[in-house]
């Protein structure tokens, strides 16, 4: 197993949304169209670029010390 | 915004089970723990261990391996999570009314950072691993991984095929994204919430729909979707043969993060499966 990669991990833009605003967000009761808008808003970043380490994408950064502090 | 250990409510909504469907990654770097929780729930019936009552919260013990076929070491930890009131920051559950997989994970966090406390440092967690060695440490089971490169969509496919049985996977199954598109062979862009780059993700089995090919069936431990690619991705009933719970269908609905992915996709986006053995 020594050449199993154990450099694997993000973090979820959904929880990251809901630590932004520091509540629940009922996602499902959003169309699919209106979770990107929330996600790209909460998470100060384009949806396209958010799943990408290439971008400057919280789903890749640092870890949130609080509300609106991504990086 | 101020985290504490708090109890939030009932850490079970439905009696003491804990299905593959609840765990949710919160923001720590830990969707290797929560996809291989989910993976280990879909094979077996999880139940709890209630374990004592400190005169406030009742205790719950868990069993994990440090690797395979080590002992099992009994971890306790109370209902307290770490909380800002009802604002979760690690795992909650897909069921707003209970939240057992922020317990475990704190318990995990406690086994990862070899602290005998009830109040592990849960940043712990904010680190990188790998899906395959967070199932050894939950089962203590023997680990096996494939790396997709140099097999082709159709011989990844048969080895997935070959582990399991009515559609379903017969042991923790697993898989992983490239590190970034420039780390996949192929021509890859990671650019929705149902194909992230270095994330780990839960197998449940495959599906082959009456109007042709071979999917993969995947469970994102976001537990939620925004976001699929423009092709590539079935809709549809899912039949399997019976899951931990006694179900046999599943509604694929990237809604609930869970989604069937052709294989040539499967085959091109992930850089490697794996499972833990029956020994």
Known sequence: MDDMRCTIGVRNPFALAELKENRRIEWKELEAGERRERLELDCECSYDKLFSPQSDSPVFGLIPDGAGRWK | ?279
């Open chain 2, 1 to 279: 915004m101020t985290f504490a250990w708090q109890k939030p409510g009932g850490v079970f909504s439905n009696g003491l089970t804990m299905p593959f469907s609840r765990p949710v990654q919160g923001v720590l770097k830990d969707c290797h723990f929560i996809a291989a929780l989910s993976s280990y729930a879909w094979m077996s019936k999880l139940r709890p261990n209630l374990s004592g009552n400190d005169g406030e919260c009742d205790l719950y013990s868990f069993s994990l391996f440090s690797e395979s076929r080590s002992p099992a070491q009994t971890v306790e930890v109370s209902e307290r999570i770490w909380l800002n009131n009802s604002q979760y920051y690690g795992a909650r559950s897909s069921d707003p009314q209970e939240y057992w997989p922020a317990v475990y994970e704190k318990a995990y966090a406690a086994f990862r950072s070899d602290q005998i406390t009830d109040t592990p440092s849960m940043k712990v967690l904010d680190a990188t691993g790998n899906p395959v060695m967070s199932l050894v440490h939950l089962t203590g089971k023997t680990p096996v991984f494939v790396t997709n490169a140099g097999l082709t969509a159709e011989m990844v496919f048969t080895r997935i095929k070959q582990k399991t049985q009515g559609n379903k996977t017969t042991v923790p199954m697993v898989a992983w994204t490239y590190e970034s598109e420039n780390a996949a062979p192929a021509q890859v862009i990671y650019d929705n919430d149902a194909l992230v780059a270095n994330h780990s993700y839960s197998i449940l089995g495959i599906f082959n729909p009456p109007a042709g090919g071979h999917y993969v069936v995947l469970r994102n431990s976001f537990g939620i979707g925004a976001g699929e690619p423009d092709e590539g991705v079935a809709h549809g009933e899912w039949s399997h043969a019976a899951d931990s719970s006694g179900s046999t269908r599943l509604n694929l609905d990237i809604a609930d993060g869970i989604f069937a992915l052709d294989m040539n996709l499967f085959h091109d986006y992930f850089e490697a499966f794996g499972y833990v053995g029956l020994h």
